[in-house]
């Protein structure tokens, strides 16, 4: 059972345009969550988190929604560039539990 | 600043060779440490993690196994590998907050 979803493999996303990542989650006792993104042959790096007390969080141009009521977050990222096409994977954590529960990730690709 | 190191970088093995990978963190003292596979389709699956010297959860029944000799070295470890133990193996460090820190990878080709 997958307590982490993201449920489209892919996104193309032209460049300069903003991207949209989103992820679903079923388990409400989650209370961090956060975005790797990941080039092929790499391991994934951290991008940016929220707190489940929080709905929004900015860097740059990388910025995380939370509406805990659905269940769901998304990454909005503006403008895209071309660094940025990667697989995104979404996560979730327990304050109580060391484990990190990700998605199956997204595919994002900025076309030129 | 914290590193974190995986070797082999590519890995191809028979069925039924065994299997060692190891991983090493530098920079930071008592870390928690995770084995995470990434196979096709499947996203990231968490494999073993330690908070300590010795000691080791496991979350996917397998044929693998991990080890914590050292404070800082996590070693994945399998006496007999099967085909569908082909993926993309990562490790990864946490000092106890919620973000975690990937090393680069073994791809790992059981033939």
């Known amino acids: 059972d997958q307590q982490v979803k993201q449920n489209s493999p892919s996104l193309s996303v032209q460049e300069g345009r903003i991207s949209i990542l989103n992820c679903d989650y079923t388990?409400?006792?989650?209370?961090?969550f956060l975005w790797y993104k990941k080039y092929p042959a790499e391991g994934p790096t951290f991008l940016i988190s929220?707190?489940?007390?929080?709905d929004k969080n900015e860097d740059g141009r990388f910025t995380v929604f939370l509406n805990k009521s659905a269940k769901h977050l998304s990454l909005h990222i503006v403008p895209s560039q071309p660094g940025d096409s990667a697989v995104y994977f979404c996560?979730?954590?327990?304050?109580?539990?060391?484990?990190?529960?990700f998605g199956k990730g997204t595919r994002l690709h900025i076309l030129p | 600043s914290q590193t974190i190191h995986q070797w082999p970088a590519t890995l191809v093995q028979p069925v039924g060779s065994p299997l060692s990978l190891e991983c090493t963190v530098e920079?930071?003292?008592?870390?928690?440490l995770y084995w995470y596979r990434q196979a096709a389709g499947r996203g990231l699956q968490l494999l073993f993690y330690?908070?300590?010297?010795?000691?080791i959860s496991s979350e996917v029944p397998q044929n693998l196994s991990a080890s914590r000799p050292q404070d800082r070295q996590f070693i994945l470890s399998s006496k007999k590998l099967l085909l569908s133990d082909s993926g993309f193996y990562l490790c990864?460090?946490?000092?106890?907050?919620?973000?975690?820190?990937f090393g680069p990878g073994t791809r790992l080709t059981v033939t």
């Open positions: 990864a460090w946490s000092t106890g907050g919620p973000e975690q820190y």
């Open positions: 388990n409400s006792m989650f209370d961090y």
């Open positions: 929220i707190s489940s007390i929080k």
């Open positions: 996560a979730a954590i327990m304050n109580r539990d060391d484990k990190i529960i």
């Open positions: 920079g930071t003292s008592n870390p928690n």
């Open positions: 330690s908070v300590g010297i010795g000691q």
